[in-house]
Each structure stands twice: as structure tokens, then as C-alpha cells.
């Protein structure tokens, strides 16, 4: 922080409300507890981002004194909350959580991981606290959104995280499937000002192409958009792959030693030609023989699938294919394709091969679905509510979720959570989701905390390290967010509500050094845990643990082994963060897999292949289906209490092709009912030529009409919940995302 006049001061953090880790200059004026922040704008001399910022990033003043969150602890007595101290809050869950797990056994309690946390700092300590659960019971925002990515990531590079990035800054050519960067900023490709970085793509020459069901802000701003019918992405890209074999193109001159499997994905793309897959896709034969084409030629070329890729019927296949055509092209691994980043906080690789990636280790209760990441399908939470018998889930604890909104027949949910013997909520708010709570636990906000994107760096199209300390001080007698973590985690041991978090924190740091001396190749080999220990005071909490990671990872001092090597220290030294350079090749020693090899055609991936040809002689008739969508000022559904980003014109709307609203009688202003297997909906329309005939589309993250919340403008602007309309019974199966697009409904006048 610097001086900026009298009375003021400026601080530098790094924005954490989306995945493109802009870096934001505040200026703080006033003395002690008046303090409040007057400007926020993008930091000019951030090394990621050079004062790029959205809507969203200069909101923070708003969130951070909005009324509606929560400072204080909540318990429902008589059906109502009531304000109470930390102690009886803890003493609360101590005196009924615990004994359900005792009673029922430890899959009774559940837990559910929302987003957000991916951009918390503190929650390093969530794993700790689901590990002391002991559950099978647990589940993430990651199976309705990502999990797909994971999964082929995982079974083709050896790890969850191993996920190849476009080298956005320096490809000549950009294939983007089911994204929409110019409203989302990016997502699982961590780039700050993403619409910049595609423009200066077309600038310095080269192609920008956009194939998605509607024609989206980034659509508009590409040089091609080709429509495609929602879920068909797979068949899409296999016509791809069949003409990259059929025309002899293929490129493995780079990495061919490093794969695996070359001649089954041969083999597999021999019955998925252009001209078979056209009618399912809507996409016609010469376009993707052109396309293919344009991929194999280009200097260098990059595909990047996200959302609408995954939350499909076949999600993991269409991840998985959009790295088999990086591949095939040369393109994986080199500058300008798609590449690998490889994280300051990361511990240090410099051999191939791993343990490889594992999945299937347990199954959940009612419908037999399989762990993906440790954990299981969200779209069966409501089951294991609903069912009795042993291993029923009679308790939940919420992280920063709200999967009454987010997730599949949200309706279902919504009731199930009714009907629960206990449940805790850390969160900011009371929403659709913890207002079923009987004991909320608040955290700081944003500017009351520390931050690193531990999550997002591991997804970083450069190099960068920035940490950001607190810009204010944390309320009075309010703990951390790691704090909270880490109390309810001794709760769960067994510790009690009044445990000595210090021990617990030390006991955690511990082992963590006592990890990372015990692997050998690590600059810290052989040492002394407790000499370590003692380096990193006087450090606590999660500051604590990410000096230890970045003194131990690729950039790393070791402690003393590389003089010139970065600590928290540096970042501290340097609030506008470290720039580490361009990101560079990491095949193979990148590689976890046992072979130490790209494994291009995995056995399971191999085995679903016959149901996505099956797809192809399904019967077509002309019915409407769902998809979701993004706007710029919108972050899921926690954002929507921020008057400037939700005024002005309607933007809960059902988008419609203006020859399906003549066909189904709605016009544009009108209200119709949108309705599917599980529930239905009304919702005003909006008629535009902007998406493809057969498609109509809800954003996802409204429906803030319902009783109980304390979300004060958001209940004024609720719109409806598009995940009302989603079933609950379709998934992925390789990965066990919902599919929450492509979902068949029907459209009326309401």
C-alpha cells in the first residue's frame, strides 16, 4: 500500500470475483474504523492484467458495505434467525452435529463446495475439513459446470489439473467451442482482459472462429461463428479428427514420441465423417472439411472448449476431443497451442510419469454413481436426502454453495433440504440455499482478506505470482475465513467448539513441511521439518502454507538453495505482482500418467465412443431445447445484490428464433411458459435472430423469488431459475456433470 494524499492511501489486490485475476487499484480515504473506499480502477502497472478491469471488479466497494451480508453468526430458533457470538454458534453445531454422525455413521453428514472457494485463499483448509467428515457424501459446483474437463484432463494427462490452456497471446488461429469470454472473462484459462487478448489475435492477422448455439458477444466479435446444435460439440469434432486422418495432415512431429493411442482414435474417427455427423451437429460437411483444414494449417493453432462443452449429454468426450485435435495438429504443448501452465505454489516436477488419475473409488447410495475428483454427482444429492435407509444423509454443511440454484430440478432440492436433521452454512448471505440453515457462519469480505488464486494460477496463460493483502481490517471479534474453517473442522474431530486453533493450524503446517521433505527431488529434500517450521514463522494460516509452497515450487528460494528463487516475501515486496514469462513446454515431465505419455484414446473414453454414434440415428423432430447463458455484470447467482449491476433493462429473458416464437405463438415482450420433464417455468421473451432456430435460452442464476431470503435488491430483480427446468436424471456418465444444456422443453403463451 502507498500514500496518495492526506488522508487517503492506495491499495493493490488482485480481483477476486471471476477467474481472470485483474489486478485493481483502490484508493481508501478517511482515518481507522471511517475508512472507506472512494475509487476502485484497473491496476496499470499489473504485470497480468495492465489495468484491465469489468463491470463486476469495481463493485467491490458496494459488496464489501453491502447491508444484507452477514457479520454476525446466525441460529434458527423457533423457525427464525437470531444474531448470536462465535462461541454459541460453535457450541450449537458441537451439541448437534456430531451426535448425527455418531448415530448414523459419518455418510449421514454431507457437504457441498460452491464456487467462490476456488478464489478464497483460506479455503486451503476446506481439505482438511471434508477429510475430517469421513464421507462419501460429498459434492461440489464441479459436476455442474467443469467436471467433464477433469476427467479427460485426468485420464489423458495423469492429473485433474493437468488441463492445456490456449496460448492465447501467441496463436495465429482460435477454435472457441461453448464459451463466451467477452461475458464470462474466461473460464478454466485464467487471462485477464480475455476480449482484448482475442482482438489482438485479428489484429496481428490471425483467425478468430466461434461455434456455439447463439450468437453470443464473443461470437460477434470473431471472424467466423458457425451455429451448432446444442450437445453435439463431440460429433463436431470427430468430423474434425476424421478429415485430420482422411487428408493426412496430422502433426506429431513435436511430441508423437510422448503419445499413446494414435491409431484408436484412427480407428474410432473412421465412422464419424463430415458428411455423417452434419445433420445431428447442423453443422454442414464443408464447413468442418474447411475448418479442419484451416486448424492444420495455420502456423499455430489453439481449440478451446468450456461451459456449453461440458454441460452435455456427452461432456467428457467433447473435453477429450477438443485435446485429440490440439494434438493432432502439433498443437499441444507448443507456443502459440494449447499449453500447460505451471504455477508458482506448485510443487517442482522434473520427471514423467505419476500415480495417474483414479477414479471409481466409491459409489453413491441410490443410483450407483461413481466418484469423480472424491466426489460424487450433485445431481443426486436430493436422492440421498430423500431415501432412507443406512447412509441416508440426514445432515449438510455448505461452503459458499448455493446448489438450490444451481443445480439440476433445483425445485426437488430446494424441498429436500427441508426435511434435514441439521445443517451449517459458511456464507455471506442468507440465500435460496441457507436460509434452510440452522447455523450460518459469516466471513470477511473480500477486501478483509488475503488473497492468492492458488486454484486459477494452475489454469494461467503466463507466468504470474500476486498476492494481495487485506485492504481493511477484519470486524472486530470476527475471525478469518481459514478461522471458521478450521473451528468447525475441530468440531468434526472431535475437538470441541472452544479447540486451540493454533495447535490445530501448527499441526497442519507440519505436516505439510513434513511432505514436502520426504520427496525426493524437492529443493528441501532431507531437512529439517522443524528447522523449516521455524523459517516460516512468525507466519500463521494459510500465509504460512503458501510460503511453503512457493519456496518449495519451480520458482522457488528452497530456502536458501536458489538465492535468486521468489517467497511470499517477493510478492509482498511486489504488489503488482512477479512475471515469470511466457508459458514454455512441459512434455513430457508435465506428465503424471504411468506410461509418462499423453494417453490420447483412455480405455473409458474408448468404451463411451459406441453411445455417442448411437446418438446419431436418434429421431430429430424439431423440438425446442434449453441452454443457459452469461452476461458480463452477472457471477452466477451471489451478484445479483449489487444494484448497479443488476438495473436496467430485463436481462432474465427467453431468447427465441423469431420462426420458433411464430410457431409457438409468443412474441417478444410476452411472458410464455417454458416447461419440461420436471418443472416449468414463465419468463418474459425476447425475440432475436441471434440464436439458432430449435434453441431457446434462460441465463442461469436467477430465481431469487423465494421466501426467506435476506438478498434485499436481488429479491427485486429475481427472475427465474432455469435449473427448475433441468433433470436431475440426465448426466454425463464418464464424469457425472448434469446436463444442464440441450435440455428438450416445450414453449407456450403463459
Same mark, same amino acid.
Given at each position: 500500500?502507498?500514500?496518495?494524499?492526506?488522508?487517503?492511501?492506495?491499495?493493490?489486490?488482485?480481483?477476486?470475483?471471476?477467474?481472470?485475476?485483474?489486478?485493481?487499484?483502490?484508493?481508501?480515504?478517511?482515518?481507522?474504523?471511517?475508512?472507506?473506499?472512494?475509487?476502485?480502477?484497473?491496476?496499470?502497472?499489473?504485470?497480468?492484467?495492465?489495468?484491465?478491469?469489468?463491470?463486476?471488479?469495481?463493485?467491490?466497494?458496494?459488496?464489501?458495505?453491502?447491508?444484507?451480508?452477514?457479520?454476525?453468526?446466525?441460529?434458527?430458533?423457533?423457525?427464525?434467525?437470531?444474531?448470536?457470538?462465535?462461541?454459541?454458534?460453535?457450541?450449537?453445531?458441537?451439541?448437534?452435529?456430531?451426535?448425527?454422525?455418531?448415530?448414523?455413521?459419518?455418510?449421514?453428514?454431507?457437504?457441498?463446495?460452491?464456487?467462490?472457494?476456488?478464489?478464497?485463499?483460506?479455503?486451503?483448509?476446506?481439505?482438511?475439513?471434508?477429510?475430517?467428515?469421513?464421507?462419501?457424501?460429498?459434492?461440489?459446483?464441479?459436476?455442474?459446470?467443469?467436471?467433464?474437463?477433469?476427467?479427460?484432463?485426468?485420464?489423458?494427462?495423469?492429473?485433474?489439473?493437468?488441463?492445456?490452456?490456449?496460448?492465447?497471446?501467441?496463436?495465429?488461429?482460435?477454435?472457441?467451442?461453448?464459451?463466451?469470454?467477452?461475458?464470462?472473462?474466461?473460464?478454466?484459462?485464467?487471462?485477464?482482459?480475455?476480449?482484448?487478448?482475442?482482438?489482438?489475435?485479428?489484429?496481428?492477422?490471425?483467425?478468430?472462429?466461434?461455434?456455439?448455439?447463439?450468437?453470443?458477444?464473443?461470437?460477434?466479435?470473431?471472424?467466423?461463428?458457425?451455429?451448432?446444435?446444442?450437445?453435439?460439440?463431440?460429433?463436431?469434432?470427430?468430423?474434425?479428427?476424421?478429415?485430420?486422418?482422411?487428408?493426412?495432415?496430422?502433426?506429431?512431429?513435436?511430441?508423437?514420441?510422448?503419445?499413446?493411442?494414435?491409431?484408436?482414435?484412427?480407428?474410432?474417427?473412421?465412422?464419424?465423417?463430415?458428411?455423417?455427423?452434419?445433420?445431428?451437429?447442423?453443422?454442414?460437411?464443408?464447413?468442418?472439411?474447411?475448418?479442419?483444414?484451416?486448424?492444420?494449417?495455420?502456423?499455430?493453432?489453439?481449440?478451446?472448449?468450456?461451459?456449453?462443452?461440458?454441460?452435455?449429454?456427452?461432456?467428457?468426450?467433447?473435453?477429450?476431443?477438443?485435446?485429440?485435435?490440439?494434438?493432432?495438429?502439433?498443437?499441444?504443448?507448443?507456443?502459440?497451442?494449447?499449453?500447460?501452465?505451471?504455477?508458482?505454489?506448485?510443487?517442482?516436477?522434473?520427471?514423467?510419469?505419476?500415480?495417474?488419475?483414479?477414479?471409481?473409488?466409491?459409489?453413491?447410495?441410490?443410483?450407483?454413481?461413481?466418484?469423480?475428483?472424491?466426489?460424487?454427482?450433485?445431481?443426486?444429492?436430493?436422492?440421498?436426502?430423500?431415501?432412507?435407509?443406512?447412509?441416508?444423509?440426514?445432515?449438510?454443511?455448505?461452503?459458499?454453495?448455493?446448489?438450490?440454484?444451481?443445480?439440476?430440478?433445483?425445485?426437488?432440492?430446494?424441498?429436500?433440504?427441508?426435511?434435514?436433521?441439521?445443517?451449517?452454512?459458511?456464507?455471506?448471505?442468507?440465500?435460496?440455499?441457507?436460509?434452510?440453515?440452522?447455523?450460518?457462519?459469516?466471513?470477511?469480505?473480500?477486501?478483509?482478506?488475503?488473497?492468492?488464486?492458488?486454484?486459477?494460477?494452475?489454469?494461467?496463460?503466463?507466468?504470474?505470482?500476486?498476492?494481495?493483502?487485506?485492504?481493511?481490517?477484519?470486524?472486530?471479534?470476527?475471525?478469518? /475465513?481459514?478461522?471458521?474453517? !478450521?473451528? $468447525?473442522?475441530?468440531?468434526?474431530? %472431535?475437538? &470441541?467448539?472452544? @479447540? *486451540?486453533? +493454533?495447535?490445530?493450524?501448527?499441526?497442519?503446517?507440519?505436516?505439510?513441511?513434513?511432505?514436502?521433505?520426504?520427496?525426493?527431488?524437492?529443493?528441501?529434500?532431507?531437512?529439517?521439518?522443524?528447522?523449516?517450521?521455524?523459517?516460516?514463522?512468525?507466519?500463521?494460516?494459510? /500465509?504460512?502454507?503458501?510460503? !511453503?509452497? $512457493?519456496?518449495?515450487?519451480?520458482? %522457488?528460494? &528452497?530456502?536458501? @538453495? *536458489?538465492? +535468486?528463487?521468489?517467497?511470499?516475501?517477493?510478492?509482498?515486496?511486489?504488489?503488482?505482482?512477479?512475471?515469470?514469462?511466457?508459458?514454455?513446454?512441459?512434455?513430457?515431465?508435465?506428465?503424471?500418467?504411468?506410461?509418462?505419455?499423453?494417453?490420447?484414446?483412455?480405455?473409458?473414453?474408448?468404451?463411451?465412443?459406441?453411445? $455417442?454414434?448411437?446418438?446419431?440415428?436418434?429421431?430429430?423432430?424439431?423440438?425446442?431445447?434449453?441452454?443457459?447463458?452469461?452476461?458480463?455484470?452477472?457471477?452466477?447467482?451471489?451478484?445479483?445484490?449489487?444494484?448497479?449491476?443488476?438495473?436496467?433493462?430485463?436481462?432474465?429473458?427467453?431468447?427465441?428464433?423469431?420462426?420458433?416464437?411464430?410457431?409457438?405463438?409468443?412474441?417478444?415482450?410476452?411472458?410464455?411458459?417454458?416447461?419440461?420433464?420436471?418443472?416449468?417455468?414463465?419468463?418474459?421473451?425476447?425475440?432475436?435472430?441471434?440464436?439458432?432456430?430449435?434453441?431457446?435460452?434462460?441465463?442461469?442464476?436467477?430465481?431469487?423469488?423465494?421466501?426467506?431470503?435476506?438478498?434485499?435488491?436481488?429479491?427485486?430483480?429475481?427472475?427465474?431459475?432455469?435449473?427448475?427446468?433441468?433433470?436431475?436424471?440426465?448426466?454425463?456418465?464418464?464424469?457425472?456433470?448434469?446436463?444442464?444444456?440441450?435440455?428438450?422443453?416445450?414453449?407456450?403463451?403463459?
Amino acid at each position: 500500500m502507498g500514500e496518495a494524499g492526506s488522508g487517503t492511501r492506495t491499495a493493490f489486490r488482485t480481483c477476486p470475483l471471476c477467474e481472470a485475476t485483474c489486478g485493481l487499484e483502490i484508493t481508501v480515504a478517511g482515518n481507522g474504523d471511517g475508512e472507506q473506499v472512494v475509487r476502485i480502477r484497473g491496476d496499470r502497472d499489473d504485470v497480468f492484467s495492465h489495468g484491465f478491469i469489468c463491470p463486476k471488479g469495481s463493485t467491490l466497494k458496494q459488496l464489501h458495505e453491502d447491508p444484507d451480508v452477514l457479520r454476525r453468526p446466525l441460529v434458527k430458533r423457533d423457525g427464525e434467525f437470531v444474531e448470536v457470538s462465535w462461541d454459541e454458534a460453535f457450541e450449537e453445531i458441537e451439541r448437534r452435529l456430531p451426535p448425527i454422525a455418531d448415530a448414523h455413521g459419518p455418510d449421514a453428514v454431507a457437504a457441498y463446495v460452491g464456487n467462490p472457494n476456488a478464489h478464497n485463499l483460506g479455503a486451503i483448509y476446506l481439505r482438511g475439513l471434508l477429510k475430517a467428515l469421513r464421507t462419501k457424501n460429498l459434492f461440489s459446483a464441479s459436476t455442474v459446470d467443469q467436471m467433464p474437463k477433469h476427467v479427460s484432463a485426468g485420464l489423458m494427462f495423469g492429473h485433474a489439473l493437468t488441463i492445456p490452456v490456449p496460448d492465447l497471446d501467441r496463436t495465429d488461429y482460435l477454435l472457441m467451442l461453448g464459451a463466451n469470454p467477452w461475458e464470462s472473462n474466461g473460464s478454466l484459462c485464467t487471462a485477464p482482459d480475455f476480449p482484448g487478448r482475442v482482438e489482438s489475435i485479428r489484429e496481428r492477422g490471425g483467425k478468430v472462429v466461434v461455434v456455439d448455439p447463439r450468437r453470443s458477444k464473443t461470437a460477434e466479435h470473431a471472424d467466423e461463428h458457425v451455429f451448432i446444435r446444442p450437445g453435439t460439440d463431440p460429433l463436431f469434432l470427430f468430423g474434425v479428427v476424421h478429415v485430420l486422418f482422411e487428408e493426412g495432415p496430422t502433426d506429431l512431429s513435436l511430441i508423437g514420441d510422448h503419445v499413446n493411442g494414435v491409431e484408436e482414435v484412427e480407428r474410432l474417427a473412421a465412422a464419424f465423417s463430415p458428411e455423417r455427423v452434419a445433420p445431428a451437429c447442423g453443422v454442414d460437411a464443408g464447413t468442418i472439411r474447411r475448418l479442419a483444414r484451416e486448424l492444420a494449417a495455420a502456423p499455430s493453432a489453439a481449440v478451446y472448449g468450456r461451459i456449453g462443452t461440458c454441460t452435455v449429454e456427452f461432456g467428457t468426450l467433447g473435453s477429450w476431443l477438443v485435446d485429440v485435435v490440439n494434438v493432432l495438429t502439433g498443437n499441444l504443448d507448443r507456443p502459440g497451442g494449447a499449453m500447460f501452465a505451471e504455477p508458482a505454489h506448485a510443487p517442482r516436477k522434473t520427471e514423467p510419469g505419476g500415480r495417474g488419475y483414479r477414479m471409481g473409488k466409491w459409489e453413491s447410495r441410490v443410483r450407483g454413481l461413481p466418484e469423480r475428483n472424491g466426489e460424487l454427482p450433485v445431481a443426486t444429492l436430493a436422492d440421498e436426502i430423500e431415501t432412507p435407509g443406512e447412509g441416508q444423509v440426514r445432515a449438510l454443511i455448505t461452503v459458499a454453495g448455493n446448489p438450490v440454484i444451481s443445480t439440476p430440478n433445483a425445485g426437488r432440492l430446494d424441498a429436500a433440504l427441508d426435511s434435514l436433521d441439521f445443517m451449517v452454512s459458511v456464507d455471506i448471505y442468507v440465500n435460496e440455499t441457507t436460509r434452510h440453515a440452522d447455523v450460518i457462519l459469516p466471513v470477511p469480505t473480500a477486501l478483509s482478506k488475503s488473497h492468492y488464486d492458488v486454484a486459477l494460477y494452475a489454469l494461467q496463460i503466463r507466468k504470474v505470482a500476486n498476492y494481495s493483502p487485506p485492504v481493511f481490517e477484519r470486524p472486530e471479534g470476527m475471525p478469518d /475465513e481459514w478461522e471458521v474453517i !478450521l473451528r $468447525l473442522t475441530a468440531v468434526l474431530l %472431535g475437538l &470441541g467448539a472452544h @479447540a *486451540d486453533l +493454533d495447535a490445530l493450524d501448527d499441526f497442519a503446517a507440519l505436516q505439510l513441511v513434513q511432505s514436502a521433505v520426504a520427496v525426493e527431488g524437492s529443493p528441501v529434500a532431507g531437512r529439517d521439518p522443524d528447522e523449516l517450521m521455524a523459517e516460516l514463522a512468525p507466519r500463521r494460516g494459510p /500465509e504460512r502454507l503458501l510460503d !511453503l509452497m $512457493l519456496r518449495t515450487g519451480p520458482y %522457488g528460494d &528452497g530456502f536458501g @538453495a *536458489d538465492p +535468486d528463487g521468489i517467497s511470499l516475501a517477493t510478492l509482498e515486496a511486489n504488489p503488482h505482482g512477479i512475471d515469470l514469462g511466457p508459458l514454455t513446454p512441459r512434455v513430457p515431465t508435465g506428465l503424471a500418467t504411468p506410461s509418462g505419455k499423453v494417453e490420447l484414446a483412455p480405455q473409458e473414453i474408448v468404451a463411451d465412443v459406441p453411445r $455417442l454414434e448411437a446418438s446419431l440415428d436418434r429421431h430429430r423432430n424439431g423440438d425446442l431445447v434449453l441452454v443457459g447463458r452469461r452476461h458480463l455484470r452477472s457471477n452466477n447467482s451471489w451478484m445479483h445484490n449489487v444494484h448497479v449491476l443488476v438495473k436496467g433493462k430485463e436481462r432474465c429473458t427467453l431468447q427465441i428464433h423469431p420462426d420458433d416464437a411464430a410457431s409457438v405463438g409468443v412474441a417478444d415482450g410476452g411472458l410464455a411458459e417454458v416447461a419440461s420433464r420436471v418443472g416449468k417455468v414463465t419468463v418474459p421473451v425476447e425475440v432475436t435472430a441471434g440464436i439458432m432456430p430449435g434453441v431457446v435460452s434462460i441465463p442461469h442464476g436467477w430465481g431469487h423469488d423465494v421466501d426467506g431470503i435476506r438478498m434485499s435488491v436481488a429479491s427485486q430483480h429475481a427472475g427465474v431459475n432455469s435449473n427448475l427446468l433441468a433433470d436431475e436424471e440426465q448426466i454425463d456418465p464418464l464424469s457425472g456433470n448434469a446436463v444442464l444444456n440441450g435440455i428438450p422443453v416445450t414453449v407456450a403463451p403463459a
